[in-house]
């Protein structure tokens, strides 16, 4: 199983056991995808019911039936499988563009890996860190320069911008 952090218990809700999660998925409503959650331990939390409010998720988990029995779980990291998530078509994990080689779509030249995916509102930005030169570079995420991304074999195809690597 292949789990990444989806949101933080920040803490209780009610005397029967719920939990406020502060998500960090795309939207609290992801979390409606999940039957399980779990700790980084590995131990498996199974939703019992779940609502979102505001800009939070509450969860009711089996077996965690009071306040104080959820009080235990507070600031604890939740993690969901993978497979879980129903990503569309040319949608990644950040955690997977983490290490993904930058090249030239023409040239093949190698640019660097991608350290960093900053998330502005408009649209995300990779920082490229070539180890050669120690520079630093950013690239936004739009169609014009990120050309092909593959995840399996850790490559990204780029046109870059007039003089981003100069």
């Known amino acids: 199983m292949d789990l990444i952090e989806t949101g933080k218990i920040v803490n209780t809700h009610g005397i029967r056991g719920e939990v406020k999660v502060m998500p960090w998925c795309d939207s609290p409503e992801d979390f409606y995808e999940f039957e399980n959650l779990y700790l ?12 979102v ?16 029995e959820a009080e235990k779980y507070r600031n604890y990291v939740l993690y969901a ?3 879980d998530f129903m990503l569309e078509e040319d949608c990644f994990f950040i955690a997977d563009l983490m290490g993904i080689e930058v090249y030239d779509e023409k040239s093949n030249e190698f640019y660097g890996t991608i ?5 502005n509102g408009a649209k995300d930005v990779f920082v490229i860190k070539n180890k050669e030169t120690g520079k630093e570079y950013l690239l936004p995420y739009i169609d ?3 050309i092909e991304i593959d995840i399996k074999d850790k490559k990204m195809k780029i046109r870059p911008l007039e003089g981003l690597f100069e």
Do not use: W, Y
């Open 40 to 51: 980084k331990s590995g131990t498996c939390l199974e939703i019992e019911a779940l609502r």
């Open 53 to 68: 409010h505001k800009d939070t998720v509450i969860i009711k988990f089996k077996n965690i039936n009071s306040i104080n």
């Open 81 to 83: 499988d993978k497979e």
């Open 115 to 119: 350290t960093e995916v900053l998330q």
């Open 144 to 146: 014009e320069t990120v």
